[in-house]
């Protein structure tokens, strides 16, 4: 399992490079990206995870009167199906801190992925 700290922002991605039931290196999702770039319809290293999963971990009622500006530990993952055995897996995990803050858009909003059209 690579480990690799992210700059200086506290956070750790941990990459995994095949199956752990299997061993297998390929992955449904990830192939199917490769096929789309082939056929010209996504840009090249376009890459969609079967899910994507971004969570706090805090109590619900304790993170809610903390306040703006308060380090939550966070974790990110991105999930993956495995070719050969059909294994859920997380190929990328990564941990670290998340600031609360409100969620208004604005600044926030340019932040969020660019939709591809055809021939972009």
């Known amino acids: 399992m690579p480990k690799e700290v992210i ?3 506290g956070m750790t991605k941990y990459t ?3 199956c752990p039931a299997c061993g297998s290196k390929k992955r449904h999702y ?3 990206c490769e096929r ?3 056929m010209n319809v996504a840009p090249p290293g376009y890459l969609v995870p079967f899910s994507y999963n971004e969570r706090i971990i805090a109590d619900p009622i304790k993170e809610a ?3 703006l500006g308060a380090e939550l530990p966070s974790i990110t993952s991105a999930l993956e199906i495995c070719k050969q055995c059909g294994c859920v897996y997380a190929p990328m995990v990564i941990t670290g801190k998340a600031k609360k ?3 208004t858009g ?3 909003a340019k932040e969020r ?4 059209l055809p021939g972009q």
């Open 65 to 67: 009167v903390l306040p």
């Open 7 to 9: 700059g200086d922002t």
């Open 106 to 108: 604005g600044e926030q």
């Open 113 to 116: 992925p660019k939709i591809y």
């Open 101 to 103: 803050s409100l969620t």
């Open 36 to 38: 789309a770039i082939k």
């Open 16 to 18: 995994y490079a095949k």
């Open 30 to 32: 990830e192939d199917a």
